[in-house]
């Protein structure tokens, strides 16, 4: 597995520790994962379809 650092904003982190310590994720790296996966996983399917608007992308 490879090191990534990345910058968020403190309220994002707060709400992934609180899915940390609510049992839905082990820890922070793996509920990033899932969202990284969830984004790739989306990203295939809108490809597979023919549209590819980003959604993900939007803040």
């Keep these: ?24 994720y082990p820890n922070r790296s793996e509920a990033i994962r899932s969202a990284v996966r969830e ?4 990203s295939d399917a809108e490809e597979q379809s023919g549209r590819r608007d980003a959604s993900w992308a939007k803040v």
């Excluded at 968020?8 to 992934?16: K, M």
């Design 1 to 24: 597995m490879e090191r990534v650092t990345l910058r968020i904003p403190r309220q994002q982190v707060e709400q992934v520790e609180e899915l940390v310590e609510t049992g839905e």
């Design 39 to 42: 984004m790739i996983n989306e």
